[in-house]
């Protein structure tokens, strides 16, 4: 690429035009990284300033068990494998009474595609998270366990989505999306929901009311092509519901899945693919430094480029540790806002709409 194409693309971030695929494809090709973050913060400051959010919350699986096999997934165990478990909603209820549990806004709860648990059982859990504290907000289940979920009943998705949302559910989580490419999706999650099935879960959520995150897992075997087309579906989505808060690269993480072969991405290309979404989704507010596969330095580090928020304290996180994560199980809020404020930052306490909240 020319430096007359990067200057193009400099002037239009300036003018707050949207940036179109060759625009995204010539970004990804640049070869200084510094001046695609460079874009990439200015936006990202012109949005938030210097402030970067975190949310203090806790993570609950309620079980691991799943019946799609993806190639990746360190998680997901066959029914009757040694390392599956199954929490009884008394058992949620236990971790939530835990110690250091009082201080959390938030609970993200997912699991695998379960092959029996019945639907009462998901009401349940958010029933039972809503008596423990009403106030606590209850971040739930994949728009593929929701997909999962309605077939094993027999139910439209959004029979399912409005009973959950009866029982309490406040946001989906945004898991599950990977990446959209049809061939790309045959080999890493065969038995999973298409990326237009995915698309089509949170399309039907937004118009419920329930708003959601969106993810993207990349630096498998996927084309920058793919990402691309990945952030401009979620980006038309976007247009048409305005129901994603927070956009969330995942980095692949190769270690121990059966994909281990696959190095996964370089530091350098997961910057700059945060530094990419931040500046091809105009739409959506907010992007994720994921520190739990970043690594908390990394994640210092994206702040510099595209990212606004931090994640949380994620107690017991469990999901990105079974695939090789390097990073901590968990972070304390003191810790959060000492790597904000060491990296220049100002730290802000939301919940999980990104309101702020004073502590
Ligand atoms: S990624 Fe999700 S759907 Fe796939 S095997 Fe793991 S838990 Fe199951």
Redesign the pocket.
């Known amino acids: 690429m020319n430096s007359g194409k990067f200057e193009s693309i400099r002037k239009k971030i300036e003018q707050g035009d949207r940036l179109n695929r060759q625009d995204a494809e010539a970004l990804f090709k640049w070869p200084d990284i510094l001046d695609v973050g460079e874009l990439a913060h200015l936006v990202r400051t012109g949005l938030h300033d210097d402030r970067a959010y975190y949310v203090v919350n806790r993570h609950i699986n309620y079980s ?1 068990i ?1 019946v ?3 190639a ?2 360190a ?2 165990k066959r029914p009757g494998d040694p390392e599956a478990f199954e929490l009884a909603v008394e058992d949620i209820i236990g971790k939530l009474n835990e110690p250091g549990s009082h201080a959390i806004t938030e609970v993200h709860i997912v699991g ?2 379960h092959p029996e648990l019945p639907f009462d059982y998901y009401e349940e859990i958010i029933r039972a998270v809503k008596s423990w504290r009403p106030d606590v907000i209850v971040k739930a289940f994949t728009a ?1 366990e929701i997909a999962h979920i309605a077939s094993r009943e027999g139910k439209s998705v959004a029979w399912v989505l409005e009973r959950l949302k009866d029982a309490g559910l406040d946001m989906l989580p945004g898991g ?1 999306a990977e990446i959209f490419a049809p061939s790309v999706r045959a080999r890493i ?1 065969p038995a ?1 929901i298409s990326g237009d099935e995915w698309l089509e879960v949170m399309r039907t959520a937004h118009r419920l009311g329930i708003k959601s995150n969106a993810t993207m897992l990349f630096g498998h075997l996927e084309s920058f092509h793919d990402r691309i087309d990945h952030l401009l579906k979620l980006r038309d989505l976007q247009d048409e519901t305005g129901g994603f808060v927070c956009f969330i690269p995942l980095p692949f993480l190769a270690k121990k899945s059966p994909l281990r072969d696959i190095p996964g991405p370089t530091g350098v290309d997961i910057l700059r693919t945060i530094a990419v979404s931040r500046l091809v989704l105009d739409n959506i507010p907010h992007i994720k430094a994921y520190w739990v596969m970043l690594t908390v330095k990394l994640a210092q580090l994206a702040l510099f480029f595209g990212a606004d928020d931090f994640d949380g304290t994620v107690i017991e996180e469990k999901i990105g540790h079974m695939a090789g994560a390097e990073s901590e199980e968990a972070l304390t809020r003191e810790e959060i806002e000492y790597l904000i404020t060491s990296a220049g930052f100002r730290p802000v306490e939301r919940n999980s709409f990104f309101e702020p909240l004073t502590k």
Do not use: A, L, P, S
């Open positions: 691991n799943c799609n096999g993806c990746f997934c998680f997901g695998g595609c593929v599950g999650c999973k």
